[in-house]
């Protein structure tokens, strides 16, 4: 009935393990009991002291009061153990700041760290290191700035490429910071994390702000139609196209926009055939934008809308409808003339 259980006492030392109890312990036996403590952040060098407590019971005497009747006496013992351990001087980092550079849903760009050493040892041959935080939306892709030494004190700048997964939203994600380095007995040992928030803006947005296209049935022009870059980044090399359907064709749906800094407009040009049979009503055809992000990847928006209006008009086919009409009017006109003049002549 042995239990076990350690205290942090006065040493910077968190104890996440409870008391424990690892049943009976023999005569000259040994057992082994695993407690999980982390050093905190502010931890210093040193030699520290921990109370090491152990309660059990044991025999203490037995006496034989019949043949068939023993009496045993059990006493309970505390005995506190002083449990020493030294902590040795490491590079501790604190993340300063963390500035992204067109980070946005469903797209790549830069994530600026400032990262200091709060530590009470000078790393050398260092490497900082940008860690996926479990299921973040923050994907490192370029996760390796060597530093070279980081003396105690010292402050570094490093910039790396991450991408953002498109199931982000607009809102702060986790990713975690370690620095491996050489210690001062030539060791390569890997420092405690630093997690830091990074703010992810939302998914890049384009909408169309020029007035419906009006077209005629049977007609073909060329319509042109303004888009505006509504979301916060830059949309690099950007391409709008338009899909056509019935009763639309087209030999050319696809127009360049160059870059469209958040806010800038610029107008795409795509020829659209009407069919001669169009209906005269309001129709809505879908377009998208594909551009480049910051690190060159192609993107592609969401699917709006561009509104085309077919309106009524005299074709030539319609024209030709009215002609006979006209014909036999004029007709009746000169006869009635004729007539009129025939009987003044009389």
Known sequence: MVNIGLSPGNAPIVVKTGPQNIGDLATQKTATVKIATKITSDATEGEYTLPLTIQYTYLASSTQEQADILISDYQRVNVTVPLTIKIKPSVRIDVLEAVPENLSVGTGGYLNLKIKNAGIEDGKKATVRLIRNGNSPVI?????????????????????????????????????????????????????????????????????????????????????????????????????????????????????????KPGDTATAHFRLITDGAAPAQDHALDTEVRFRDALDNSQISDTFKVDIRVTPSLQPGGIAVFVPVLIIVVIVIGAGYYLLVMRKKK
Do not use: W
């Open 140 to 260: 490192p892709t370029d996760s390796n700035v060597y530093i070279g030494d980081f003396p105690r004190g010292a402050t570094v700048t490093c910039r790396y490429k991450v991408a953002i997964s498109s199931e982000a939203g607009n809102q702060t994600y986790p990713v975690d910071v370690v620095v491996s380095y050489e210690n001062r007995d030539g060791d390569m040992v890997t420092s405690a994390s630093d997690t830091v928030g990074v703010p992810v803006l939302g998914k890049l947005t384009f909408v169309v702000i020029s007035d419906p296209v009006s077209v005629t049935p049977g007609s073909e022009n060329t319509i042109a139609v303004q888009y505006r870059n509504t979301g916060t980044q830059t949309a690099f090399h950007a391409q709008a196209r338009l899909s056509v359907v019935d009763p639309f064709t087209s030999s050319d749906n696809n127009a360049y926009l160059g870059d469209l």
